[in-house]
């Protein structure tokens, strides 16, 4: 079989973990096995080798590994003592953990609309939340922009919100670790940053991990406690705060470091992949745009179609073996468990749009030209014939 109908006959994998095992080689396997030699399974040496290179990576001062990017936001939360009568800001077009953290403390999650070009906060709904929240009687302490899809939020209109009302901000960067915004890595945007390391991350584990990215030494020094149910530092029996067991375990750490090591060439592929399909779909759906402020890491490639033209594009796909995703189907205000919290005043129409029209076409560092000219062809005969 030549190559050409190799590729052919071979399903095509939405993100390919496989692929990078094969790249990867006995890297990961050799780390493992080291771990399971020395037996520090919780917090064994891994975890603070990881968090010194997240740190460097990132440029941020302190980085915290923790057990999910669900928990990362939650403990900063938690850090900065935040609960019933407050208000958080979020986006209502994002993944269900970045208000699911805020209810969990007894806060109030109040959402807000997003740009219909990059998916994610904008700007101006989020300060009208603002007002929402404080007509409601509530406190705004944070805002939670979320860089969607990989791509960077408006931070210099967030920041600027944050700082006439006094917000703290934190960065739900679990889509995007590894992208930049003014030539500065997400990490040390905001107040905090969160990532997640799930397996389909654009840096991912072999489980659940997080991370938490901070220059404030005193707010590192209280996540450091929360994540291990609020211990008081060198006196592990004496807690000091209601915490968690938030822990990143050694073996997921010994896996991060060896793919950090081929993160950056993974970050330069998925921007190769990026392109091939701006390129190959120009004209036929409103494809992502990434501006000169910034870089993404292309978590999902996602694009936005006319409206009723979604289902028949999946399912034409679907035929030819090329799997697709929706993120989102529905923006948070209309899922059963949000409904009864507050939308920003002006409501949030471009989510509720985003949600009728988004599809993710496969995206990961291993995509290779012949089977994405494969999906191009064939994204391009379902829409334009
Ligand atoms: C935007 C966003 N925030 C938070 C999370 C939560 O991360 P985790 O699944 O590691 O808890 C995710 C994960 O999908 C996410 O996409």
Not at 18 to 44: E, K, P, S, Y
Not at 56 to 63: E, I, K, N, S, T
Not at 175 to 193: E, M
Not at 203 to 228: E, H, K, P, Q
């Amino acid at each position: 079989m030549n190559e050409h109908a190799r590729l052919e006959a071979r399903p095509i994998p939405f993100t390919d973990v496989d692929a990078q095992r094969r790249r990867l080689g006995r890297a990961v396997d050799d780390a493992i096995t080291r771990v399971l030699a020395h037996c520090q399974f919780i917090n064994g040496p891994e975890v603070r080798a990881l968090e010194a290179e997240l740190a460097a990576f990132c440029g941020a001062r302190h980085a915290v590994a923790c057990s999910s990017g669900t928990d990362a936001l939650r403990l900063v939360l938690m850090a900065w003592g935040i609960g019933p009568g407050d208000a958080v800001i979020c986006p209502t077009f994002t993944f269900c953990a970045t208000a699911e953290v805020v209810a969990l403390a007894g806060a109030t999650p109040v959402l807000a609309d997003v740009n219909p070009d990059t998916f994610n906060l904008d700007p101006a709904s989020c300060a009208r939340a603002v007002a929402t929240a404080k007509r409601l009687k509530l406190a705004p302490r944070a805002v939670i922009p979320v860089d969607l899809f990989g791509l960077p939020a408006d931070h210099d209109a967030v920041a600027a919100i944050a700082a006439d009302h006094g917000l703290k901000v934190l960065d739900d960067a679990a889509q995007s670790f590894g992208a930049t915004y003014q030539g500065r890595r997400l990490g040390t945007l905001g107040t905090a940053a969160a990532t997640s390391f799930f397996p389909a991350k654009p840096l991912g584990c072999y489980g659940d991990g997080g991370a938490i990215f901070t220059d404030d030494d005193g707010l590192a020094a209280r996540i450091r406690s929360l994540r291990v149910h609020g211990e008081s530092p060198g006196d592990k029996y004496n807690a000091v705060a209601i915490g968690i067991t938030g822990r990143l375990d050694t073996i997921q750490a010994a896996v991060l470091l060896e793919k950090l090591k081929i993160f950056p060439d993974e970050i330069v592929a998925r921007n190769a992949v990026a392109q091939r399909y701006a390129d190959g779909l120009a004209g036929t759906a409103t494809l992502p745009r990434v501006g000169d402020e910034a870089t993404s890491v292309w978590a999902q490639y996602t694009v936005r179609l006319e409206p009723g033209r979604r289902d028949a594009l999946a399912a034409a796909l679907k035929a030819q073996g090329i799997p697709t995703a929706i993120y989102y189907r529905k923006p948070l205000h209309r899922q059963a468990a949000y409904r009864g919290f507050p939308v920003g005043d002006g409501g949030a129409p471009v989510a509720e749009r985003l949600a009728e029209a988004v599809i993710s076409l496969p995206m990961h560092a291993y995509l290779e030209p012949l089977v994405q000219e494969r999906i191009i062809a064939a994204v391009r005969e379902a829409l334009v014939g």
